[in-house]
């Protein structure tokens, strides 16, 4: 699934198509992650996409009336085509009074595409916690809201309610980068861990969206690009890390955890 980086550069890639104006819309498949409005052509059809942001691992295109939230599931992906290029498995279609095409393929369907009166009432939305790459995300902020937690690490760095943005492979690249065991609690990190954290989230996440995010599966920008941030992994997808020593892998979660027994003190 795009993490933060990935979704960023998207949005990133998205800025040209602000102030197109929406000619009709074309709906191929209706049964993504959250079955597509039956009347989403006639709500966004006439209207101008003003700009495109993110919030955590969403996508908000903001209109003059209202906004499209989307995210892109596991495999979901926005491209923008100069024109109509047939693919089985294309579900939305956008096409623009200038003549150019937006299309959403998704091969698994896990993503979604739904129009909002207001992008904050949206369900995935309302609910999430802080920004990692604003000012508000301090080690004072991950330290107070850890004390009680019981959960390990890695589950509460990806709860989107605490810190957004966060998956499987930046959080096991933070704790290795942190000297951090997968195994130990939330509630134990001391402040020194909690400041580092925060310092090395900034730098790894702004350090991946410089090099167009992680391509390790489907995920392509919208001028279909991959990104390079791969290349710097530690121990994600490793059997060595990068300083030669064995990597372990076990399942947290229901998720693949990739750690250094000696970097990150483990049992």
Do not use: W
């Amino acid at each position: 699934m795009p993490e933060l980086p990935e979704v960023q550069c998207v949005v990133n890639s998205l800025a040209t198509i602000a102030n197109k104006k929406i000619k009709n819309v074309e709906v191929y498949d209706n049964r993504l992650r959250e079955p597509i409005q039956p009347n989403l052509k006639s709500l966004l059809s006439g209207r101008t996409i003003k700009n495109v942001e993110r919030r955590a691992k969403c996508i908000i295109f903001n209109l003059d009336k209202g906004a499209i939230v989307a995210h892109l599931g596991m495999t979901g992906k926005f491209l923008i085509q100069p024109e109509k290029i047939a693919d089985k498995f294309n579900r939305v279609c956008i096409e623009f009074e200038d003549g150019s095409y937006l299309m959403y393929n998704d091969i698994r369907k896990f993503g979604f595409i739904t129009y909002e009166n207001t992008p904050t009432d949206n369900k995935f939305i309302k609910n999430l916690g802080i920004e990692p790459l604003t000012d508000a995300f301090t080690g004072d902020y991950l330290y107070n809201i850890s004390r009680n937690v019981k959960k390990n690490i890695k589950q509460f760095l990806l709860d989107q309610t605490y810190v957004v943005g966060l998956g499987n492979i930046y959080v096991i690249e933070l704790m290795y980068i942190c000297g951090i065991s997968p195994y130990s609690k939330a509630m134990d990190l001391t402040k020194k861990q909690s400041d580092r954290l925060v310092k090395e989230t900034k730098d790894i996440l702004n350090k991946s969206i410089e090099v167009g995010g992680s391509s390790i599966s489907d995920y392509r920008d919208a001028f279909d690009k991959e990104g390079s941030f791969q290349d710097n992994f530690h121990v994600y997808g490793k059997k060595i890390d990068s300083v030669g020593h064995p990597v372990t892998r076990i399942k947290q979660g229901g998720r693949g955890t990739y750690y250094c027994p000696i970097c990150q003190n483990c049992p």
